[in-house]
C-alpha cells in the first residue's frame, strides 16, 4: 500500500516550458486535492476533485489545468510556465464522512523551479 | 480575516517543557478539526483529530471551545524531535475543501 505517490519529485522548467504533474492513490479516495505551498503562505488549493471526472477550482487555480479520468489519478499540468509557480506541490486524497472530508493524505511532494 | 488563523511562532522552548499553541477559526459552521505535523521539506501528516470531548494521544492534547471558537494543542515534556510546524485544519459541514492554517513552528532545544 503506497498511499499517495507524486511524479516526479523535482523538476526544473524554462518560462513557457509545460509540464504534467502527476498524482496516484491506491486507497480508493473519492477526493483529490493539489496545493502548492510557498515560505510564509502555507499550503494554497489550486484544483481539487470529489470524485472520478470531476474537477473544481481553488483559491489559486490560475495557469494550471487538471484532469481526473481515473479515479487513483489526479494530474496537475501547467501549459506555460512562469517564475511565479516555481513551489513545491503537495497532492493529498481523502474519503467523505458525514458529506465532508475526512483526514488528508498527502504525497512527498514535488519540487519544481521555474527559470 | 483569515478563516482559519495562528500564531507563526516560532515558539523555542527547552527539551521538557511543556508548549500550547491556540488556532481560531471564523466559521460557527465549521465541524471537524485537525492537528498535522509538518517537518521542513516535507508533507504534512495528521496528528491527531480534535473532536468535542477533547483527544489525547499520549504527551499530546488536543482540545475543541465551540464556543469560543478555537482548538488547542497541548505538548508535554517537549523532545527534540517535536520541532516541526504544526498545522490547523478545519472543515465545515458540507464542504469538500478543509480550510489551513499557516501553521506555528515549534523549536525545541537541548
Known sequence: NAGVTQTPKFRVLKTGQSMTLLCAQDMNHEYMYWYRQDPGMG?????????????AK????????????KKQNFLLGL????????????CASSYPVAGGPETQYFGPGTRLLVL | RKEVEQDPG????????????NCTYSNSASQSFF??????RKEP???MSVY????????????????????????????LSDSATYLCVVTSGGSYIPTFGRG???IVHP
Open chain 1, 58 to 69: 481553488g483559491e489559486v487555480p490560475d495557469g494550471y489545468n487538471v484532469s481526473r479520468l
Open chain 1, 79 to 90: 501549459e506555460s510556465a512562469a517564475p511565479s509557480q516555481t513551489s513545491v506541490y503537495f
Open chain 2, 10 to 21: 516560532p515558539f523555542n522552548v527547552p527539551e521538557g517543557a511543556t508548549v500550547a499553541f
Open chain 2, 104 to 106: 506555528t513552528s515549534l
Open chain 2, 52 to 79: 468535542s470531548s477533547g483527544n489525547e494521544d499520549g504527551r499530546f492534547t488536543a482540545q475543541l471551545n465551540r464556543a469560543s471558537q478555537y482548538i488547542s494543542l497541548l505538548i508535554r515534556d517537549s523532545k
Open chain 2, 45 to 47: 501528516k495528521l496528528l
Open chain 1, 43 to 55: 499550503l494554497r488549493l489550486i484544483h481539487y476533485s470529489v470524485g472520478e471526472g470531476t474537477t
Open chain 2, 35 to 40: 492537528w498535522y505535523r509538518q517537518d521542513c
